[in-house]
C-alpha cells in the first residue's frame, strides 16, 4: 500500500537532461489514466537538500514569482492541488515532505512520478542520498540531447529568465558562461550516467531526445514500456510547444566550432554508453537540425 516505508514517494524520476523534451514528455502525462504527475513539474528536492558542492553559492532554486506559482490551479482547480501547493511551498524539505507530495488519496493506482532535471547534476554523494529515499523498484531516466545544443538553449533560457540580451558577438564571453558548473554540469551525460546506473542498474535507462524529435509516439510508448505503463497518445497534445524559445536565435558559427572542440572529450567518453552519439553530435553543423515542434525545446 501507498505510504508504507517501502511505497512512499514517486514510482519513477526523470532527471533530465535540462532543455531536452522534459516538460513536453510532463505535459503529455498530464491527465493519463495511469501515471500521477504533480501539479507543479519540478520538485528540487535531492538537489535542494544534497546539492553538487560544485552548485553551492552558485546556484539555488529559482522561487516561483508572483502568482506563477498557482499556475498548477489553471490546470487543475481544485482543493487537492490547494493543498498540493500549500505544502509543496510551505513546509520544510525533509524526507517526510518529500514523500508527502505524491499522496495516495490523489495517486490511487497510478504510478508516481517527479520530473527535476536538475538531479542530473548531482554527484556521488547526492546520488547516493537519492538511492536511500527512491523506493526500491524506483525507475530513473535520464534524456540526452547534443550538449551542444542544449547548453546554447540553456543559455538563452538563462538570459530570457533575466530579461537580457545575448551578446552574440562576444563569444568568449559566452564560451566562459557556458563553463560555469550551472551549465558544465548538465552536459556532462556520461558522468550522470556512471552514477546512477551504479546506483540504479536495471531500474536506470537512457534516452535520446533525436528519438522523441523525429518519433514522437514510438518515444512515448518506449518510455511507458520502460515505466510498465501504458500511455495514451493524445495527438493535440503531441505538437504543442513546451518551454519554447520565442526568437528561435541561431547558435554563431563560431561559436558552434569552439563548442565542438570543447565537447569533444565528454561525447567521445558517452559514446561509450550511447553509441553513435559522437558521429552525430561532433559535425561542425550541428545535429542536423532545429528542436522539433513538438518538443520545444528552444
Same mark, same amino acid.
Not at 88 to 110: A, C, I, K, N, Q
Not at 122 to 137: M, S
Not at 259 to 266: E, M, N, S
Given at each position: 500500500?501507498?505510504?508504507?516505508?517501502?511505497?512512499?514517494?514517486?514510482?519513477?524520476?526523470?532527471?533530465?537532461?535540462?532543455?531536452?523534451?522534459?516538460?513536453?514528455?510532463?505535459?503529455?502525462?498530464?491527465?493519463?489514466?495511469?501515471?500521477?504527475?504533480?501539479?507543479?513539474?519540478?520538485?528540487?528536492?535531492?538537489?535542494?537538500?544534497? =546539492?553538487?558542492?560544485?552548485? !553551492?553559492?552558485?546556484? @539555488?532554486?529559482?522561487?516561483?514569482?508572483?502568482?506563477? *506559482? &498557482? +499556475?498548477? #490551479?489553471?490546470?487543475?482547480?481544485?482543493?487537492?492541488?490547494?493543498?498540493?501547493?500549500?505544502?509543496?511551498?510551505?513546509?520544510?524539505?525533509?524526507?517526510?515532505?518529500?514523500?508527502?507530495?505524491?499522496?495516495?488519496?490523489?495517486?490511487?493506482?497510478?504510478?508516481?512520478?517527479?520530473?527535476?532535471?536538475?538531479?542530473?547534476?548531482?554527484?556521488?554523494?547526492?546520488?547516493?542520498?537519492?538511492?536511500?529515499?527512491?523506493?526500491?523498484?524506483?525507475?530513473?531516466?535520464?534524456?540526452?540531447?547534443?550538449?551542444?545544443?542544449?547548453?546554447?538553449?540553456?543559455?538563452?533560457?538563462?538570459?530570457?529568465?533575466?530579461?537580457?540580451?545575448?551578446?552574440?558577438?562576444?563569444?568568449?564571453?559566452?564560451?566562459?558562461?557556458?563553463?560555469?558548473?550551472?551549465?558544465?554540469?548538465?552536459?556532462?551525460? =556520461?558522468?550522470?550516467?556512471? !552514477?546512477?546506473?551504479? @546506483?540504479?542498474?536495471?531500474?536506470?535507462?537512457?534516452? *535520446? &531526445? +533525436?528519438? #522523441?524529435?523525429?518519433?514522437?509516439?514510438?518515444?512515448?510508448?518506449?518510455?511507458?514500456?520502460?515505466?510498465?505503463?501504458?500511455?495514451?497518445?493524445?495527438?493535440?497534445?503531441?505538437?504543442?510547444?513546451?518551454?519554447?524559445?520565442?526568437?528561435?536565435?541561431?547558435?554563431?558559427?563560431?561559436?558552434?566550432?569552439?563548442?565542438?572542440?570543447?565537447?569533444?572529450?565528454?561525447?567521445?567518453?558517452?559514446?561509450?554508453?550511447?553509441?553513435?552519439?559522437?558521429?552525430?553530435?561532433?559535425?561542425?553543423?550541428?545535429?542536423?537540425?532545429?528542436?522539433?515542434?513538438?518538443?520545444?525545446?528552444?
Amino acid at each position: 500500500m501507498r505510504g508504507t516505508a517501502d511505497s512512499a514517494g514517486p514510482d519513477f524520476v526523470c532527471i533530465g537532461a535540462q532543455k531536452a523534451g522534459t516538460t513536453w514528455l510532463y505535459d503529455n502525462l498530464v491527465g493519463q489514466r495511469d501515471v500521477w504527475v504533480p501539479p507543479e513539474k519540478e520538485i528540487h528536492f535531492f538537489n535542494t537538500v544534497c =546539492a553538487n558542492e560544485e552548485l !553551492l553559492g552558485v546556484e @539555488a532554486r529559482r522561487p516561483a514569482a508572483g502568482l506563477r *506559482r &498557482y +499556475e498548477p #490551479l489553471l490546470r487543475s482547480p481544485s482543493v487537492h492541488t490547494i493543498r498540493w501547493l500549500r505544502r509543496f511551498h510551505g513546509e520544510p524539505r525533509t524526507t517526510r515532505w518529500y514523500y508527502s507530495l505524491f499522496p495516495p488519496e490523489l495517486v490511487g493506482d497510478r504510478k508516481a512520478g517527479d520530473f527535476t532535471p536538475a538531479y542530473a547534476t548531482l554527484d556521488e554523494r547526492g546520488v547516493a542520498y537519492a538511492r536511500r529515499v527512491l523506493r526500491p523498484g524506483c525507475r530513473v531516466f535520464l534524456i540526452v540531447r547534443n550538449p551542444i545544443e542544449r547548453a546554447w538553449s540553456g543559455l538563452k533560457m538563462l538570459y530570457r529568465w533575466r530579461g537580457e540580451e545575448l551578446p552574440l558577438e562576444r563569444v568568449d564571453a559566452l564560451l566562459r558562461e557556458m563553463d560555469e558548473p550551472t551549465h558544465r554540469l548538465r552536459g556532462d551525460y =556520461a558522468r550522470t550516467i556512471r !552514477l546512477w546506473d551504479d @546506483a540504479f542498474g536495471d531500474d536506470f535507462r537512457v534516452f *535520446r &531526445y +533525436e528519438r #522523441l524529435a523525429s518519433a514522437p509516439v514510438e518515444f512515448l510508448r518506449e518510455v511507458g514500456e520502460f515505466l510498465d505503463v501504458e500511455i495514451d497518445v493524445d495527438l493535440e497534445r503531441l505538437g504543442r510547444r513546451s518551454n519554447s524559445d520565442p526568437e528561435r536565435k541561431p547558435m554563431p558559427d563560431a561559436l558552434r566550432r569552439k563548442l565542438v572542440d570543447a565537447f569533444r572529450p565528454q561525447v567521445e567518453e558517452l559514446d561509450r554508453y550511447v553509441p553513435g552519439v559522437a558521429e552525430a553530435w561532433l559535425r561542425p553543423a550541428g545535429d542536423g537540425g532545429r528542436a522539433p515542434a513538438a518538443a520545444g525545446a528552444g
